[in-house]
């Protein structure tokens, strides 16, 4: 059996509350670590975290990740058709993606998912117009599993 530590409180040696490590892994399940949120609700920290996000600027003129995790590639498909591809996959197709994007010109930004767990696709139209358009600031936060 392994050895075990029963303590009620964990303090570092300047008796605060604060722990460093690099490493968090479930007990039962690897990947399955509980966090207190809100009064006495839980939360799955794993499920709760965002598995890729990008800042990305794609206008004609300069097409550009500004800032971004788990991305290992955009590709222009066209006016306002650009994908994103993860440097790690999702581990299945049911990923959400959440965008937001902004231009002088009244545009709104939406996405539409593949049918595999490689990438998405950011969709960038005109309120104004409702035809396809690049703009210059688009943002995107993916949740789901990895594979």
């Known amino acids: 059996m392994p050895s075990q530590i029963k303590v009620d409180e964990i303090k570092n040696v300047a008796g605060q509350y604060e722990i460093k490590t690099d490493t968090f892994k479930g007990q039962s399940t690897a990947g399955s ?9 839980t939360t799955n920290l794993q499920q709760g975290l965002s598995k890729c996000w990008i800042n990305y600027d794609a206008t004609a003129s300069s097409d550009y990740t500004r800032d971004s995790f788990n991305v290992s590639s955009t590709s222009d498909n066209g006016t306002g058709e650009h994908d994103v591809s993860f440097s790690n996959v999702m581990g299945n197709v049911n990923f959400t993606s959440v965008t937001n994007g902004h231009r002088d ?43």
């Open 33 to 41: 670590i509980a966090v207190q949120g809100e009064g006495t609700n």
């Open 105 to 147: 010109d009244n545009q709104s930004i939406s996405t539409f998912q593949y049918g595999d767990a490689t990438k998405f696709r950011f969709k960038l139209n005109a309120f104004s117009s409702g035809t396809n358009t690049d703009t210059d600031a688009a943002f995107a936060a993916v949740f789901g599993d990895l594979a």
